[in-house]
């Protein structure tokens, strides 16, 4: 079995879309994940949330947070592909830390 390790990604979308349009974006992220072997653990809304300042010229946006298990080279891979999709105002990929016994 690959080398799995846990992820959160934060991602920010569009204040304007609507559920089905968000359902999308992230079903195409799963689809990513799932096809390199990864797994989506859970995934939360956190609804529109106003920014402190303008991004993309728009004052808020929908937030989603996402736990993963992905293998190094696809946490690679993904945050590439979260850079250039377009419905993604901005992302956040980090490694959680594992406890040490």
């Known amino acids: 079995m690959p080398d799995m390790r846990t992820y959160e990604l934060v991602l920010i979308l569009p204040p304007e879309f609507t559920e089905e349009e968000q ?13 390199d072997k990864g797994k989506v653990v859970d995934k939360t809304s956190w609804g529109k949330k106003e920014f402190s300042y303008p991004i993309a010229k728009k004052p808020s ?3 989603w947070f996402l736990n993963l ?14 850079k250039i ?12 830390e594992e406890d040490s016994k």
Do not use: C, D, F, W
Not at 69 to 82: G, H, I, M, Y
Not at 85 to 96: G, N, P
């Open 23 to 35: 359902n999308k974006v992230l079903a195409k992220i799963q689809k990513l994940i799932s096809e």
């Open 61 to 63: 946006g929908i937030y």
């Open 85 to 96: 999709t377009e419905q993604v105002m901005r992302h956040l990929l980090i490694r959680k």
């Open 69 to 82: 298990e992905l293998t190094p080279e696809l946490a690679v891979k993904l945050s590439n592909q979260l």
